[in-house]
């Protein structure tokens, strides 16, 4: 138990990740799903479905993963407008990924859509890590 406890402490950030990465994807699977069982276009299912898991996404990385420590008006509109962006930026990498999947390959959009989580889950935590959740010695906004 003493081993769990410490590969758990020494990798915490990369496995809660994983954890709530897993969620958003069943969530964004979920979403899209449904839209495709009523039809809707591959595209807008497929951005409505984005819409939403990012929203699940910024919340349970602030909190959980990434133990954010912005404060202040300032310092949450940054950190909330690079998150978007950054979903955003990967969000048409996923699009583009769907795309040629299904437009050009003409293949079934349900798998592509399970392939571009891939690309997309690695390239935000990246993202995630590097650039928008930073520690509070890092930050340098004021309130």
């Known amino acids: 138990m003493k081993l769990i406890w410490k590969i758990f402490n ?20 979920l979403i899209y799903g ?7 276009p591959y595209q807008i299912a497929y951005w409505t479905a984005w819409f939403v898991t990012v929203l699940f996404a910024y919340l349970t990385n602030r909190r959980w993963v990434f133990s954010s420590q912005a404060h202040g008006f300032k310092q949450l509109s940054v950190e909330v ?10 969000g048409i990498l996923g699009s583009g990924i769907m795309f040629i999947g299904v437009s050009w390959l003409q293949q079934n959009d349900f798998v592509w859509n399970i392939i571009q989580n891939i690309f997309v ?3 935000n935590y990246i993202l995630s890590k590097w650039f928008i959740f930073k520690h509070k010695e890092e930050m340098e906004y004021d309130d």
Not at 81 to 90: C, D, E, P, Q, S
């Open 10 to 29: 020494k990798y915490q950030t990369q496995i809660l990740y994983l954890f709530f990465g897993v969620l958003t994807t069943i969530i964004n699977i």
């Open 34 to 40: 449904g839209l495709h069982l009523i039809h809707t």
């Open 81 to 90: 407008f690079n998150f978007y962006l950054a979903r955003f930026i990967t």
């Open 121 to 123: 889950i690695i390239s």
